[in-house]
């Protein structure tokens, strides 16, 4: 069966350090891979969205960047983090366009 | 901008009546319409589906409706249930391209 692993769960970091956030996914291949943003009251905000490796689909521009090195990872980073960067990030999985969604069990950053 | 919203943030239902969530969306190139269900600090679940060429979707107490001219989809709990009480999300998709909208938190009252 399949599942995904993102970590670390929770994660308090200074303003201006890096970011690294990992999400991995077994038991399938050649997924679509998704980044999802939560604020604090808000909706979940798509960031980045890949189709395969080394291709990476910006939504929204910011501070953040996003990387596919191998098909089944998915990583979010920054270089220098802002206090706005907080929030509970999610990455997701889905094969095809007209199916489910998987969704890790997110990683709560808090910038301070 | 926001292609996917849900205008009621929250929502408040007896036990056993039904509960009705509404989605409201701008893309007509959505072609795939999806509710999730939400709890703190957890990643969504998946609820429910529905393909643009259908107006209806059942599956137990879970019903999604459909209606592309108006752009509207709707999530209708029948019974609802206590365990119901979480934060739900539509979601639409077309290709590759997944968002969701703001969510409403459904509480049921015993």
């Known amino acids: 069966s399949q599942t995904i692993h993102q970590w670390p769960a929770t994660l308090v970091q200074p303003v201006g350090s890096p970011l690294s956030l990992e999400c991995t996914v077994e038991?399938?291949?050649?997924?679509?891979l998704y980044w999802y943003r939560q604020a604090a009251g808000r909706g979940l905000q798509l960031l980045f969205y890949?189709?395969?490796?080394?291709?990476i689909s910006s939504e929204v521009p910011q501070n953040l960047s996003a990387s596919r090195p191998q098909d089944r990872q998915f990583i979010l980073s920054s270089k220098k983090l802002l206090l706005s960067d907080s929030g509970f990030y999610l990455c997701a999985w889905r094969i095809g366009t007209d199916t489910e969604a998987f969704f890790g069990q997110g990683t709560r950053l808090t910038v301070v | 901008d926001q292609q996917v919203k849900q205008n009621s943030p929250s929502l408040s239902v007896q036990e056993g009546r039904i509960s009705i969530l509404n989605c409201d969306y701008t893309?007509?190139?959505?072609?795939?319409f999806l509710w999730y269900k939400k709890y703190p600090a957890e990643g969504p679940t998946f609820l429910i589906s529905?393909?643009?060429?259908?107006d209806k979707n059942e599956d137990g107490r879970f019903t999604v409706f459909l209606n592309k001219s108006a752009k509207h989809l709707s999530l209708h709990i029948v019974p609802s249930q206590p365990g119901d009480s979480a934060v739900y999300f539509c979601?639409?998709?077309?290709?590759?391209?997944?968002?969701f909208g703001t969510g409403t938190s459904l509480t049921v009252i015993p």
């Open positions: 893309n007509s190139m959505f072609d795939y």
């Open positions: 529905i393909s643009s060429i259908k």
């Open positions: 979601a639409a998709s077309v290709s590759n391209q997944f968002y």
């Open positions: 038991g399938t291949s050649n997924p679509n």
């Open positions: 890949s189709v395969g490796i080394g291709q």
